[in-house]
């Protein structure tokens, strides 16, 4: 127990160094462009300049820009820090272009959106980009879940699997075949693990340039700028595991080693590396509690399988039975007294409010698995305080043996339980605690009408957002089509068939050129009516139609 307890203390320093680095603030999100959506430009600009709230890195081919036809042109783009820059050809003539963009955040989820500008005026018909289909969740989500709960189950029976060898059952008359058994599943847990966590690896580089399933061929997938830590991860888990393999061997014969313990601790923490404890503040302290609830985690289920393997071998020699049973027991209480710590307080950490438990899908399946673990907590309840007396010295032998043989099944529930709750975990990896990452699909065509009023033209476009949220731009032109300064804001109001929206406000932003955030409540056929002030007498009114998508 000194060992153990020293190779804790030297992890910890180690993932203390690890959780220094600068941290991120979960999911990126836009806080500003250049030029700005909607805009209007009475010139082209040399290049689109994106803002995050935190650094993000750029996918191959992850800006992309088109005109009106939905054409793309040429883009150089790079990203420092907190900002994308795309370099725009030179010369672009008058109309709507768009860039579509996809960046990664620091916690390894893909972020994406459009960006829609003018120069001059808008188009009067705008394309949808042909843009290849994005893919975020479906197969891919569920394949980096599925890889990602048996990488932590083959990570956990190593973890509690080298502890059960080196301490639980040191001294205890275990019969030779049990120990093989033991060192055996060991060594098929550690398979597992390196052989998911290998996987993991193109898996993570498809989800992060949308390739879905079929990109874990792709050799884009491996590119060690886009999956540097899930090859950190890999590596760490290849040389931690292979200790613990190693030092199973020598446990088996009555030796450990201090180094073999740190490299096994050291790859059971690997995960809190990099995911979302990562993305958030103070960020050594949850890298810190995030190794121990793995760890701990990884001592209650390896060492409850280790039970299930060891016990019948042990049926006959009640007294021995007791021992180990004690000696689990005792260790168990305290690490389901951590493994509860430490997880409430990286819930807090990661969701930081109560309604995110029920508002975010992340949420609700830290409900599932704080369900979960609360039955085998029961359970194991159950096997410590009723089943657990029947072992004690002053109970008879064919006592023993049929207690023996209850915590048998018992501890068999609680390893099938804490399987379910590795699953469950897998899924929780793959969820973004902040919300959800929304489907990457090609902007779609931009609405664009126009009507006279008097001499002038009016030109309306209503740019494509998210939900029922619009961008619209009017422009008021002349004969010529250049845009005319009025001699105050032209009165707009919306209305269709069911709603009348009334007068809305309009802001300037640029000559002749006015924007306004519309709520659309539904879609269809939408009339707007736009009173042009020319002068304090002249307003003449033009109708336009609209259909909103």
Same mark, same amino acid.
């Given at each position: 127990?000194?060992?153990?307890t020293l190779?804790?203390?030297?992890?910890?320093?180690?993932l203390?160094?690890?959780?220094?680095?600068?941290?991120?603030?979960?999911?990126?999100?836009?806080?500003a462009?250049?030029?700005?959506?909607?805009?209007?430009?009475p010139?082209?600009?040399?290049?689109?300049?994106?803002t995050?709230?935190?650094?993000?890195?750029?996918?191959?081919?992850?800006?992309a820009?088109?005109?009106?036809?939905?054409?793309?042109?040429?883009?150089?783009?790079?990203?420092?820090?907190?900002?994308v820059?795309?370099?725009?050809p030179?010369?672009?003539?008058?109309?709507?272009?768009?860039?579509?963009?996809?960046?990664?955040?620091?916690?390894?989820?893909?972020v994406?959106?459009?960006?829609?500008?003018?120069?001059?005026a808008?188009?009067?018909?705008?394309?949808?980009?042909?843009?290849?289909?994005?893919?975020?969740?479906?197969?891919?989500?569920?394949?980096?879940?599925?890889?990602?709960?048996?990488?932590?189950?083959?990570?956990?029976?190593?973890?509690?699997?080298?502890?059960?060898?080196?301490?639980?059952?040191r001294?205890?008359?275990?019969?030779?075949?049990?120990?093989?058994? &033991? +060192? #055996?599943?060991?060594?098929?847990?550690?398979? *597992?693990?390196?052989?998911?966590?290998?996987? %993991? !690896?193109?898996? @993570? /580089?498809?989800?992060?340039?949308?390739?879905?399933?079929?990109?874990?061929?792709?050799?884009?997938?491996?590119?060690?700028? &886009? +999956? #540097?830590?899930?090859?950190?991860?890999?590596? *760490?888990?290849?040389?931690?595991?292979?200790? %613990? !393999?190693?030092? @199973? /061997?020598?446990?088996?014969?009555?030796?450990?080693a201090?180094?073999?313990?740190?490299?096994?601790?050291?790859?059971?923490?690997?995960?809190?590396?990099v995911?979302?404890?990562?993305?958030?503040?103070?960020?050594?302290?949850?890298?810190?509690?995030?190794?121990?609830?793995?760890?701990?985690?990884?001592?209650?289920?390896?060492?409850?399988?280790?039970?299930?393997?060891?016990l019948?071998?042990?049926?006959?020699?009640?007294?021995?039975?007791a021992?180990?049973l004690?000696?689990?027991s005792?260790?168990?209480?305290d690490?389901?007294?951590?493994l509860?710590?430490?997880g409430?307080?990286?819930?807090?950490?990661?969701?930081?409010?109560?309604s995110?438990?029920?508002?975010?899908?992340?949420?609700?399946?830290?409900?599932?698995?704080?369900?979960?673990?609360?039955?085998?907590?029961?359970?194991?309840?159950?096997?410590?305080?009723?089943?657990?007396?029947?072992?004690?010295a002053?109970?008879g032998h064919?006592?023993?043996?049929?207690t023996?043989?209850?915590?048998?099944?018992?501890v068999a529930?609680?390893?099938a339980?804490?399987?379910?709750?590795?699953?469950?975990?897998?899924?929780?990896?793959?969820?973004?605690?902040?919300?959800?990452?929304?489907?990457?699909?090609a902007?779609?065509?931009?609405a664009?009408?126009?009507?006279?009023?008097?001499?002038?033209?009016?030109?309306?476009?209503l740019?494509a957002?998210?939900g029922?949220?619009?961008?619209?731009?009017?422009?008021?032109?002349?004969?010529?089509?250049?845009?005319?300064?009025?001699?105050?804001?032209?009165?707009?109001?919306?209305?269709s068939e069911?709603?009348?929206?009334?007068?809305?406000?309009?802001?300037?932003?640029?000559?002749?050129?006015?924007?306004?955030d519309?709520?659309?409540?539904?879609?269809?056929?939408?009339?707007?009516?736009?009173?042009?002030?020319?002068?304090?007498?002249?307003n003449?009114?033009?109708?336009?139609?609209?259909?909103?998508?």
């Open positions: 127990m000194r060992r153990l190779a804790l203390a030297v992890l910890i320093a180690l203390g160094v690890a959780g220094t680095a600068a941290p991120a603030s979960a999911h990126a999100s836009l806080v462009t250049d030029p700005a959506e909607g805009a209007v430009l010139d082209a600009p040399d290049a689109v300049v994106l995050f709230d935190e650094p993000v890195s750029l996918v191959s081919d992850g800006v820009a088109f005109d009106a036809a939905g054409d793309p042109l040429e883009v150089d783009a790079s990203a420092r820090d907190d900002e820059t795309a370099d725009l030179t010369g672009l003539a008058d109309g709507t272009y768009v860039v579509t963009w996809r960046v990664v955040s620091a916690d390894g989820h893909p994406a959106g459009s960006l829609t500008f003018h120069v001059g808008p188009s009067e018909t705008v394309v949808a980009p042909r843009t290849p289909t994005a893919t975020v969740g479906g197969p891919i989500g569920v394949a980096i879940a599925v890889v990602g709960a048996l990488n932590y189950l083959g990570l956990f029976l190593v973890g509690g699997l080298a502890l059960f060898l080196g301490w639980t059952v001294g205890v008359r275990l019969h030779d075949d049990a120990r093989r058994r &033991l +060192v #055996r599943l060991l060594r098929a847990a550690a398979g *597992l693990a390196i052989a998911a966590g290998l996987l %993991a !690896v193109p898996l @993570a /580089g498809s989800y992060q340039l949308g390739l879905g399933l079929g990109g874990i061929v792709d050799p884009a997938a491996w590119d060690p700028s &886009l +999956v #540097r830590d899930d090859l950190v991860v890999l590596i *760490l888990q290849v040389v931690g595991l292979g200790a %613990a !393999v190693l030092g @199973a /061997g020598r446990s088996a014969r009555g030796r450990s201090l180094t073999l313990d740190i490299l096994t601790l050291l790859a059971v923490a690997s995960p809190a590396l995911g979302h404890t990562r993305a958030y503040e103070p960020t050594t302290l949850l890298v810190i509690t995030d190794a121990l609830h793995l760890y701990v985690a990884a001592v209650w289920l390896g060492g409850l399988v280790a039970l299930a393997v060891t019948p071998a042990l049926g006959g020699r009640p007294r021995d039975a021992q180990v004690s000696r689990f005792t260790m168990a209480t690490v389901l007294a951590a509860v710590g430490s409430a307080l990286l819930s807090w950490g990661i969701l930081g409010s109560w995110a438990l029920v508002e975010t899908t992340y949420g609700r399946l830290l409900l599932v698995k704080i369900g979960v673990v609360a039955v085998v907590a029961a359970v194991a309840a159950w096997n410590r305080f009723v089943l657990l007396p029947g072992m004690d002053d109970a064919d006592q023993r043996r049929r023996t043989l209850r915590i048998r099944r018992t529930v609680e390893a339980l804490l399987v379910v709750v590795v699953g469950v975990t897998g899924f929780l990896v793959g969820k973004a605690p902040g919300g959800e990452t929304a489907p990457i699909a902007p779609a065509a931009t664009v009408t126009t009507a006279v009023a008097g001499d002038y033209r009016v030109l309306a476009q740019d957002a998210e029922n949220r619009r961008r619209l731009t009017l422009q008021v032109q002349d004969a010529t089509g250049e845009p005319v300064d009025l001699y105050r804001a032209p009165v707009l109001t919306a209305a069911q709603v009348d929206l009334g007068e809305i406000a309009l802001t300037p932003v640029a000559a002749g050129t006015y924007a306004a519309l709520v659309l409540p539904h879609p269809g056929a939408w009339e707007l009516t736009v009173s042009v002030r020319v002068d304090e007498f002249t003449p009114v033009a109708v336009l139609d609209l259909d909103v998508d």
